[in-house]
């Protein structure tokens, strides 16, 4: 049975436990008197230290034992972290009717295990209770609502986090808390860390300013002019939405398709392409198993000059089938962006996107784009776009990580992530009626982009349509 150091915070002191890990699930909490007392998933006790005379008192589990073992069971957490830090206190009471903390853009947010710079970070936010054990529940339910997150906040007391390990959790910690300052502070300036451009905070009339709360707007969620906080989040594709097809399919594939052989060549021994042939040989693999046309088998021990040629002919393949494949999308990913560094790209958007993503910008509305194409793929095209770094309008991206854009399942995901009460508050634009089926089947609004190239529709398909992203 294998032993791991755990940390958790209690005020400002750090106290040391263990958590003995077995097929039965066992957590370490240490008590007042100094000992351990260690107790398994069903909460019984299978030790405790001995007690110690008077004025000592006798050793007891932790009241936040059971919050621990929900991310012991929930997330196969390594280590938890409870901090009653102030700045995890304080965030919380800045929109009293919040259930979450969302922020993006910060250079910190690149500690939270699974984010980004780019990324949004959403940190759901619960109800405090008068005994800390009584939060066990509610902990939970946030924890199965929201799959990728490493924390809970608790409003007015403090925070749980969870790593793979106890150095993991405290990174975390310290991310998390710098996060929520830098909140506070923005907020204290009047601007919205919640937005990629830290602006103006907007109320939903346009107006910039602080956000204010009444009384009864606690209660309501309202702010004090009597309109509700506006949670709405639009959900992009990219090829035949805000980018001509022509432009993916006569610019970027090309582009790759005459390029892999020398990005390869050039890159090699790099650990980003070894991960890359990883995947690709797993991919092949399939391929073949599964009878996949154009699939030619890579050599495992075979010369660098014979691997590369067999990868290559492998990738030809995939991108003349036009699949939506992560090992391919990677790939071209790392390809494009020699290609934007190099200036020998640059990425399209439609005349009208531009103007759109500001004016929702300025509204408060969070944009997102969901492409085949991989998330660097997505920050390369719109970072260096025939209208400049339109990145600053934009909250995160979306790849095929998430699931196949034609599967339901792929947009329940993408509404846990955004952590929207309703899918019905998300609209998805795209101009596949395929992955438009798939959206509303989820719950969400969904409108089809008309665009020039674009494939025709069903008779009949039923759903709205626009020309310009300026009709919505």
């Not at 919050?67 to 919380?92: D, P, Q, W």
Request: proline share 5%; hydrophobic share 35%; glycine share 8%.
């Amino acid at each position: 049975m294998g032993t791991t150091s755990q940390a958790y915070l209690e005020g400002s002191r750090v106290k040391e436990t263990k958590a003995s890990r077995s097929r039965h699930g066992c957590a370490e909490g240490k008590d007042d008197g100094g000992g351990y007392v260690c107790v398994v998933s069903s909460g019984s006790v299978l030790y405790e230290p001995l007690a110690k005379p008077w004025p000592y008192k006798p050793p007891k589990c932790s009241d936040c034992g059971p919050l621990f073992m929900k991310a012991y069971e929930m997330r196969n957490a390594g280590a938890v972290i409870h901090s009653h830090g102030m700045e995890s206190c304080l965030v919380t009471m800045l929109n009293p009717s919040a259930k979450e903390f969302r922020i993006t853009h910060m250079e910190m947010i690149k500690g939270i295990q699974g984010h980004g710079y780019y990324d949004e970070l959403v940190v759901p936010i619960i109800e405090n209770t008068a005994h800390e054990r009584e939060l066990t529940d509610s902990l939970a339910e946030a924890i199965k609502a929201y799959p990728k997150t490493t924390a809970v906040l608790v409003r007015n007391h403090g925070i749980y986090i969870w790593g793979d390990s106890w150095i993991s959790a405290k990174t975390q910690a310290e991310c998390y808390h710098y996060l929520f300052d830098a909140a506070i502070k923005l907020h204290q300036l009047g601007l919205d860390w919640s937005t990629p451009s830290h602006g103006p905070i907007q109320i939903p009339n346009g107006v910039p300013g602080n956000h204010h709360y009444t009384k009864d707007s606690a209660k309501t969620g309202t702010l004090s002019n009597g309109t509700e906080p506006s949670r709405r989040c639009i959900v992009l594709d990219i090829e035949g939405t805000t980018t001509p097809i022509s432009f993916v399919s006569d610019v970027l594939f090309p582009y790759a398709r005459d390029s892999v052989g020398k990005h390869l060549e050039l890159t090699y021994d790099t650990t980003e392409t070894q991960d890359d042939i990883k995947m690709l040989r797993a991919q092949v693999q399939e391929d073949l198993e599964n009878g996949v046309v154009g699939a030619v088998p890579i050599p495992s021990n075979g010369e660098k000059r014979e691997i590369i040629a067999a990868l290559v002919a492998n990738v030809e393949a995939m991108i003349k089938a036009d699949r939506k494949i992560t090992p391919l999308k990677q790939l071209q990913g790392h390809i494009w962006r020699t290609g934007f560094q190099r200036k020998e790209l640059e990425g399209v958007v439609f005349d009208d996107v531009p103007a759109a993503l500001e004016k929702w910008h300025a509204l408060g509305v969070k944009v997102y784009i969901y492409s085949s194409g991989s998330r660097l793929a997505q920050r390369l095209l719109f970072g260096n776009s025939n209208h400049g770094d339109l990145r600053k309008y934009l909250s995160g991206f979306f790849d095929t990580t998430v699931g196949n854009k034609k599967e339901t399942k792929s947009y329940i995901e993408i509404t846990e992530s955004l952590g929207v009460d309703n899918p019905s508050e998300i609209l998805f634009v795209t101009d596949i009626y395929q992955e438009a089926t798939a959206a509303k089947a989820a719950g969400l609004q969904v409108i089809i982009s008309i665009r020039p190239g674009n494939g025709p529709l069903p008779e009949n398909h039923g759903f709205r349509t626009i020309n310009s992203f300026l009709e919505i």
